[in-house]
Protein backbone atom coordinates (compact mmCIF):
# COMPACT_ATOMS: atom_id res chain seq x y z
CA UNK A 1 0.00 0.00 0.00
CA UNK A 2 1.35 3.50 -0.97
CA UNK A 3 -0.57 6.15 0.93
CA UNK A 4 -0.66 9.51 0.25
CA UNK A 5 1.20 10.99 2.64
CA UNK A 6 2.74 9.06 5.77
CA UNK A 7 4.48 11.67 8.21
CA UNK A 8 8.28 11.57 8.71
CA UNK A 9 10.10 11.18 11.85
CA UNK A 10 13.72 12.64 12.49
CA UNK A 11 14.61 10.70 15.56
CA UNK A 12 14.68 13.58 17.71
CA UNK A 13 11.40 14.21 17.99
CA UNK A 14 10.64 11.84 21.50
CA UNK A 15 14.00 12.67 22.59
CA UNK A 16 13.16 16.35 22.39
CA UNK A 17 9.27 15.86 23.94
CA UNK A 18 10.82 14.09 26.98
CA UNK A 19 13.05 16.97 27.55
CA UNK A 20 10.30 19.54 27.15
CA UNK A 21 8.18 17.31 29.66
CA UNK A 22 11.20 17.33 32.27
CA UNK A 23 11.57 20.74 32.55
CA UNK A 24 8.24 21.11 33.89
CA UNK A 25 6.73 24.10 31.40
CA UNK A 26 4.99 21.87 29.09
CA UNK A 27 2.18 25.28 28.27
CA UNK A 28 3.35 27.69 25.61
CA UNK A 29 6.26 29.66 25.07
CA UNK A 30 8.83 27.51 26.78
CA UNK A 31 12.33 26.98 25.31
CA UNK A 32 11.10 24.88 22.54
CA UNK A 33 8.91 27.21 21.31
CA UNK A 34 11.47 30.10 21.23
CA UNK A 35 14.04 27.70 19.54
CA UNK A 36 11.30 26.88 16.24
CA UNK A 37 10.76 30.94 16.76
CA UNK A 38 14.46 31.54 16.46
CA UNK A 39 14.88 28.98 13.96
CA UNK A 40 11.96 30.85 11.57
CA UNK A 41 13.69 34.21 12.17
CA UNK A 42 16.89 33.17 11.03
CA UNK A 43 15.94 30.81 8.15
CA UNK A 44 13.15 32.87 6.73
CA UNK A 45 14.55 36.46 7.44
CA UNK A 46 11.09 37.79 8.88
CA UNK A 47 11.45 40.38 11.47
CA UNK A 48 9.58 38.55 14.17
CA UNK A 49 8.13 34.86 14.17
CA UNK A 50 5.71 33.79 16.32
CA UNK A 51 4.75 30.01 16.53
CA UNK A 52 1.28 29.17 16.73
CA UNK A 53 -1.71 25.99 17.14
CA UNK A 54 -2.23 26.16 12.90
CA UNK A 55 -1.52 28.00 10.18
CA UNK A 56 -5.73 29.11 10.81
CA UNK A 57 -4.76 30.68 13.53
CA UNK A 58 -1.76 33.27 11.99
CA UNK A 59 -4.67 33.69 9.60
CA UNK A 60 -6.91 34.46 12.13
CA UNK A 61 -4.18 37.00 13.60
CA UNK A 62 -3.78 38.56 10.72
CA UNK A 63 -7.57 39.11 10.36
CA UNK A 64 -7.42 40.79 13.20
CA UNK A 65 -3.88 43.00 13.13
CA UNK A 66 -5.00 44.11 10.28
CA UNK A 67 -8.58 45.88 11.77
CA UNK A 68 -10.40 43.80 9.44
CA UNK A 69 -14.09 45.38 9.81
CA UNK A 70 -17.86 44.04 8.55
CA UNK A 71 -17.43 44.88 4.95
CA UNK A 72 -14.16 45.10 4.44
CA UNK A 73 -13.10 42.70 1.42
CA UNK A 74 -9.71 40.39 0.75
CA UNK A 75 -8.72 39.58 -2.17
CA UNK A 76 -7.34 35.90 -2.39
CA UNK A 77 -7.91 33.36 -5.24
CA UNK A 78 -11.24 30.82 -4.98
CA UNK A 79 -8.74 27.33 -5.19
CA UNK A 80 -7.48 27.79 -2.02
CA UNK A 81 -8.20 26.14 1.84
CA UNK A 82 -11.17 27.34 3.81
CA UNK A 83 -8.93 29.04 6.41
CA UNK A 84 -7.38 31.57 4.11
CA UNK A 85 -11.26 33.07 3.88
CA UNK A 86 -12.38 32.09 6.82
CA UNK A 87 -9.92 34.04 9.08
CA UNK A 88 -11.60 37.10 7.37
CA UNK A 89 -14.76 36.25 7.57
CA UNK A 90 -14.58 35.63 11.14
CA UNK A 91 -14.59 39.78 11.75
CA UNK A 92 -16.52 40.40 9.06
CA UNK A 93 -14.63 40.22 6.36
CA UNK A 94 -15.91 39.67 2.28
CA UNK A 95 -13.53 37.70 0.34
CA UNK A 96 -13.34 38.36 -3.31
CA UNK A 97 -12.29 35.54 -5.25
CA UNK A 98 -10.27 36.27 -8.24
CA UNK A 99 -9.24 33.28 -10.85
CA UNK A 100 -6.02 31.43 -10.63
CA UNK A 101 -3.09 31.00 -13.30
CA UNK A 102 -3.05 28.20 -15.80
CA UNK A 103 0.21 27.25 -14.96
CA UNK A 104 1.19 28.16 -11.55
CA UNK A 105 -2.54 27.40 -10.62
CA UNK A 106 -1.53 30.64 -8.01
CA UNK A 107 -3.22 33.77 -8.05
CA UNK A 108 -4.00 35.54 -11.39
CA UNK A 109 -1.86 39.00 -10.79
CA UNK A 110 -3.43 40.24 -14.04
CA UNK A 111 -6.87 40.31 -12.24
CA UNK A 112 -6.07 41.22 -8.67
CA UNK A 113 -5.92 45.85 -9.30
CA UNK A 114 -9.36 45.58 -11.40
CA UNK A 115 -11.05 43.67 -8.40
CA UNK A 116 -9.85 46.90 -6.13
CA UNK A 117 -12.45 48.69 -4.52
CA UNK A 118 -12.59 51.47 -1.88
CA UNK A 119 -13.01 48.76 0.47
CA UNK A 120 -10.14 46.72 -0.14
CA UNK A 121 -8.34 46.07 3.03
CA UNK A 122 -5.79 43.25 2.02
CA UNK A 123 -4.66 40.61 -0.98
CA UNK A 124 -3.71 36.89 -0.01
CA UNK A 125 -2.01 35.34 -2.63
CA UNK A 126 -1.47 31.76 -2.04
CA UNK A 127 1.54 30.16 -2.75
CA UNK A 128 0.44 26.85 -4.18
CA UNK A 129 2.45 23.55 -4.05
CA UNK A 130 5.27 25.68 -2.81
CA UNK A 131 5.30 28.08 -5.75
CA UNK A 132 5.29 31.08 -5.13
CA UNK A 133 2.72 33.59 -6.73
CA UNK A 134 4.42 36.93 -9.10
CA UNK A 135 4.77 38.84 -6.25
CA UNK A 136 6.74 41.66 -7.40
CA UNK A 137 3.39 42.90 -9.34
CA UNK A 138 1.29 42.12 -6.14
CA UNK A 139 3.57 43.93 -4.03
CA UNK A 140 3.17 46.95 -6.46
CA UNK A 141 -0.46 46.83 -6.78
CA UNK A 142 -0.73 46.76 -3.27
CA UNK A 143 1.54 49.64 -2.52
CA UNK A 144 -0.67 51.70 -5.09
CA UNK A 145 -3.83 51.08 -3.32
CA UNK A 146 -2.14 51.01 0.18
CA UNK A 147 -3.35 47.41 1.10
CA UNK A 148 -1.94 45.02 2.86
CA UNK A 149 -0.42 41.84 1.30
CA UNK A 150 -0.52 38.74 3.47
CA UNK A 151 0.92 35.32 1.94
CA UNK A 152 -0.97 31.99 2.93
CA UNK A 153 2.27 30.49 2.68
CA UNK A 154 1.25 27.01 4.28
CA UNK A 155 2.66 25.11 1.63
CA UNK A 156 5.87 26.94 1.33
CA UNK A 157 7.98 26.60 4.38
CA UNK A 158 12.16 26.58 2.41
CA UNK A 159 10.90 27.92 -1.24
CA UNK A 160 11.75 31.29 -2.25
CA UNK A 161 10.71 33.95 -4.74
CA UNK A 162 13.72 35.46 -6.66
CA UNK A 163 16.13 33.88 -3.32
CA UNK A 164 13.89 35.39 -0.56
CA UNK A 165 12.09 33.11 1.49
CA UNK A 166 7.74 33.13 1.30
CA UNK A 167 6.36 34.28 4.25
CA UNK A 168 9.12 37.17 3.98
CA UNK A 169 7.84 39.20 1.62
CA UNK A 170 4.11 40.35 2.54
CA UNK A 171 3.46 42.48 5.54
CA UNK A 172 2.34 38.95 6.97
CA UNK A 173 3.34 35.39 6.05
CA UNK A 174 1.38 32.60 7.58
CA UNK A 175 2.93 28.96 7.69
CA UNK A 176 1.68 25.74 8.56
CA UNK A 177 3.45 22.81 10.17
CA UNK A 178 -0.02 20.37 9.31
CA UNK A 179 0.94 16.40 9.33
CA UNK A 180 0.10 16.85 5.12
CA UNK A 181 3.40 19.18 5.16
CA UNK A 182 7.07 18.70 4.30
CA UNK A 183 8.11 19.92 8.03
CA UNK A 184 5.31 19.25 10.57
CA UNK A 185 4.47 18.74 13.95
CA UNK A 186 0.68 17.29 13.66
CA UNK A 187 -0.55 20.44 13.34
CA UNK A 188 0.89 23.66 13.97
CA UNK A 189 1.72 27.02 12.38
CA UNK A 190 3.27 30.61 12.36
CA UNK A 191 2.99 33.92 12.05
CA UNK A 192 5.63 35.77 10.34
CA UNK A 193 5.76 39.58 10.94
CA UNK A 194 7.68 41.87 8.28
CA UNK A 195 6.38 44.81 9.98
CA UNK A 196 7.79 46.13 13.00
CA UNK A 197 5.10 48.10 13.54
CA UNK A 198 3.01 45.15 14.02
CA UNK A 199 4.71 43.06 16.11
CA UNK A 200 3.56 43.95 20.12
CA UNK A 201 0.17 44.01 18.97
CA UNK A 202 0.67 40.22 17.33
CA UNK A 203 1.91 38.95 20.76
CA UNK A 204 -1.14 40.46 22.67
CA UNK A 205 -3.07 39.04 20.22
CA UNK A 206 -1.86 35.84 20.47
CA UNK A 207 -1.49 35.59 24.45
CA UNK A 208 -5.65 36.19 24.72
CA UNK A 209 -5.32 40.03 24.43
CA UNK A 210 -2.78 40.07 27.49
CA UNK A 211 0.55 41.74 27.69
CA UNK A 212 1.35 38.63 28.88
CA UNK A 213 4.89 38.41 27.21
CA UNK A 214 6.16 42.36 28.16
CA UNK A 215 5.26 40.66 31.68
CA UNK A 216 8.07 37.32 30.91
CA UNK A 217 10.50 40.09 29.80
CA UNK A 218 10.14 42.67 33.00
CA UNK A 219 9.19 45.47 30.82
CA UNK A 220 5.32 45.41 33.09
CA UNK A 221 5.25 44.79 37.21
CA UNK A 222 2.22 42.37 35.83
CA UNK A 223 0.25 41.72 33.01
CA UNK A 224 -3.62 41.76 32.03
CA UNK A 225 -5.96 42.62 29.46
CA UNK A 226 -5.76 45.38 26.76
CA UNK A 227 -6.89 44.15 23.41
CA UNK A 228 -8.64 41.70 21.50
CA UNK A 229 -7.06 38.32 21.48
CA UNK A 230 -7.21 34.52 21.46
CA UNK A 231 -5.05 31.40 22.74
CA UNK A 232 -3.25 30.77 19.52
CA UNK A 233 0.04 29.18 21.25
CA UNK A 234 0.71 25.75 20.70
CA UNK A 235 2.19 23.47 23.51
CA UNK A 236 5.64 22.31 24.27
CA UNK A 237 5.37 19.13 23.35
CA UNK A 238 4.43 20.67 19.83
CA UNK A 239 7.12 22.40 19.52
CA UNK A 240 9.67 20.33 21.09
CA UNK A 241 8.64 17.94 18.20
CA UNK A 242 8.69 20.94 15.67
CA UNK A 243 12.26 21.52 16.39
CA UNK A 244 13.65 18.27 15.59
CA UNK A 245 11.85 18.54 11.94
CA UNK A 246 13.23 22.30 11.70
CA UNK A 247 16.88 20.87 12.45
CA UNK A 248 16.06 18.04 9.36
CA UNK A 249 14.28 20.84 7.09
CA UNK A 250 17.40 20.99 4.50
CA UNK A 251 17.47 16.99 4.24
CA UNK A 252 13.70 16.81 4.44
CA UNK A 253 13.38 19.52 1.27
CA UNK A 254 16.20 17.59 -0.66
CA UNK A 255 14.66 14.07 -0.22
CA UNK A 256 11.70 15.46 -1.56
CA UNK A 257 12.95 17.37 -4.63
CA UNK A 258 14.59 14.34 -5.55
CA UNK A 259 11.36 12.49 -5.67
CA UNK A 260 9.52 15.23 -7.10
CA UNK A 261 12.24 15.73 -10.30
CA UNK A 262 12.20 11.81 -10.58
CA UNK A 263 8.40 12.16 -11.17
CA UNK A 264 8.76 14.86 -13.48
CA UNK A 265 11.18 12.75 -15.69
CA UNK A 266 9.38 9.59 -15.88
CA UNK A 267 5.93 11.32 -16.71
CA UNK A 268 7.63 13.44 -19.22
CA UNK A 269 6.64 11.08 -21.82
CA UNK A 270 3.42 11.09 -21.05
CA UNK A 271 2.65 14.72 -20.99
CA UNK A 272 4.13 14.57 -24.55
CA UNK A 273 1.34 11.80 -25.46
CA UNK A 274 -1.25 14.16 -24.19
CA UNK A 275 -2.24 12.12 -21.50
CA UNK A 276 -1.37 14.31 -18.37
CA UNK A 277 0.20 17.58 -18.07
CA UNK A 278 2.97 18.38 -15.23
CA UNK A 279 3.60 21.01 -12.86
CA UNK A 280 4.75 24.63 -14.25
CA UNK A 281 7.84 26.40 -12.07
CA UNK A 282 8.62 29.61 -13.05
CA UNK A 283 12.48 30.45 -13.11
CA UNK A 284 12.37 33.16 -10.52
CA UNK A 285 11.08 29.89 -8.21
CA UNK A 286 12.98 28.14 -5.71
CA UNK A 287 10.03 25.64 -4.77
CA UNK A 288 10.26 22.62 -2.04
CA UNK A 289 8.75 19.74 -3.67
CA UNK A 290 5.44 20.62 -1.38
CA UNK A 291 3.56 18.10 -3.83
CA UNK A 292 3.32 16.32 -6.99
CA UNK A 293 0.30 16.79 -9.57
CA UNK A 294 -0.55 16.41 -12.92
CA UNK A 295 -3.43 17.55 -14.48
CA UNK A 296 -6.04 15.13 -16.66
CA UNK A 297 -8.13 15.66 -19.65
CA UNK A 298 -11.52 15.71 -17.72
CA UNK A 299 -13.31 14.93 -14.18
CA UNK A 300 -14.08 11.85 -15.55
CA UNK A 301 -10.57 10.89 -16.42
CA UNK A 302 -9.63 11.29 -12.84
CA UNK A 303 -12.41 9.76 -10.95
CA UNK A 304 -11.31 6.70 -13.11
CA UNK A 305 -7.93 6.63 -12.97
CA UNK A 306 -8.41 7.17 -8.65
CA UNK A 307 -10.36 4.30 -8.84
CA UNK A 308 -7.71 2.20 -10.95
CA UNK A 309 -5.03 3.52 -8.30
CA UNK A 310 -6.95 2.51 -5.40
CA UNK A 311 -7.32 -0.95 -7.19
CA UNK A 312 -3.73 -1.03 -7.34
CA UNK A 313 -3.15 -0.03 -3.65
CA UNK A 314 -1.73 3.67 -4.49
CA UNK A 315 -3.66 6.36 -2.93
CA UNK A 316 -3.64 9.31 -4.95
CA UNK A 317 -6.13 12.33 -4.00
CA UNK A 318 -7.80 15.64 -5.59
CA UNK A 319 -7.32 18.95 -4.15
CA UNK A 320 -9.69 21.91 -3.06
CA UNK A 321 -13.42 22.30 -4.03
CA UNK A 322 -13.23 25.92 -5.43
CA UNK A 323 -14.60 28.30 -2.31
CA UNK A 324 -16.74 30.39 -4.59
CA UNK A 325 -18.89 27.35 -5.67
CA UNK A 326 -19.13 26.17 -1.86
CA UNK A 327 -22.21 26.89 0.35
CA UNK A 328 -20.25 29.25 2.56
CA UNK A 329 -18.44 31.01 -0.26
CA UNK A 330 -21.59 31.93 -1.89
CA UNK A 331 -23.19 33.23 1.07
CA UNK A 332 -19.51 35.03 2.12
CA UNK A 333 -17.93 35.91 -0.59
CA UNK A 334 -17.74 37.25 -4.47
CA UNK A 335 -16.39 36.28 -7.81
CA UNK A 336 -14.62 39.08 -9.45
CA UNK A 337 -15.14 37.64 -13.51
CA UNK A 338 -15.98 34.25 -14.11
CA UNK A 339 -13.39 32.60 -12.48
CA UNK A 340 -13.48 29.67 -15.71
CA UNK A 341 -9.50 28.46 -14.99
CA UNK A 342 -10.43 28.03 -11.62
CA UNK A 343 -13.53 25.76 -12.57
CA UNK A 344 -11.44 24.33 -14.86
CA UNK A 345 -8.82 22.82 -12.97
CA UNK A 346 -10.34 22.05 -10.36
CA UNK A 347 -12.18 19.14 -11.77
CA UNK A 348 -8.85 18.01 -13.57
CA UNK A 349 -5.89 18.00 -10.72
CA UNK A 350 -4.52 14.58 -8.79
CA UNK A 351 -2.74 14.87 -6.17
CA UNK A 352 0.42 11.84 -6.55
CA UNK A 353 1.95 9.80 -3.52
CA UNK A 354 4.83 12.37 -2.14
CA UNK A 355 6.76 11.51 1.15
CA UNK A 356 10.12 11.41 2.67
CA UNK A 357 10.18 7.48 2.77
CA UNK A 358 8.32 6.85 -0.51
CA UNK A 359 11.64 5.85 -2.54
CA UNK A 360 12.70 5.68 -6.23
CA UNK A 361 11.20 2.27 -6.43
CA UNK A 362 7.53 4.08 -4.90
CA UNK A 363 7.64 6.92 -7.47
CA UNK A 364 8.35 4.24 -10.33
CA UNK A 365 5.62 2.42 -9.39
CA UNK A 366 3.17 5.00 -9.45
CA UNK A 367 4.05 6.19 -12.97
CA UNK A 368 4.14 2.75 -14.22
CA UNK A 369 0.21 2.81 -13.22
CA UNK A 370 0.05 5.95 -15.20
CA UNK A 371 1.28 4.49 -18.08
CA UNK A 372 -0.98 1.66 -17.75
CA UNK A 373 -3.91 3.49 -17.26
CA UNK A 374 -3.80 5.78 -20.17
CA UNK A 375 -1.91 2.72 -22.35
CA UNK A 376 1.26 4.34 -23.23
CA UNK A 377 4.42 1.97 -23.02
CA UNK A 378 6.34 2.79 -20.28
CA UNK A 379 9.90 3.57 -20.90
CA UNK A 380 11.84 0.63 -20.56
CA UNK A 381 14.63 2.03 -18.92
CA UNK A 382 12.84 3.01 -15.62
CA UNK A 383 10.98 -0.38 -14.73
CA UNK A 384 10.29 -0.75 -11.66
CA UNK A 385 11.67 -4.44 -11.93
CA UNK A 386 14.81 -2.71 -12.45
CA UNK A 387 15.14 -0.52 -9.58
CA UNK A 388 14.15 -3.61 -7.35
CA UNK A 389 10.36 -2.05 -5.37
Known sequence: MIPFNKPYLTGNEIRYITDAHARGQLSGDGPYTKRCNEWLERNIGCHKALLTHSCTAALEMSALLLEIRPGDEVIMPSYTFVSTANAFVLRGGVPVFVDIREDTLNIDENQIESAITPRTKAIVPVHYAGVACELDTIKTIAGRYNVAVVEDAAQGI??????????RIGDLGCVSFHETKNIIAGEGGALLINRADLVERAEIIREKGTNRSKFYRGEVDKYTWVDLGSSY????????FLLAQMERAAEITAQRLKLWHLYHELLEQLEEE?????????????HNAHMYYVLVRDLETRTALIRYLKAHDVHAVFHYVPLHSSPAGKRFGRCHGQLSV???ISGRLLRLPLYYELGVGGVTYVCELLYKFFSVSFPERFSYAQVGY
Not at 158 to 167: E, F, Q, V
Not at 233 to 240: F, H, M, N, S, T
Not at 274 to 283: A, D, L, T
Open 233 to 240: LPGEIVAA
Open 342 to 344: TND
Open 158 to 167: MSRYKGTALG
Open 274 to 286: GSVRRPRVPEMCT
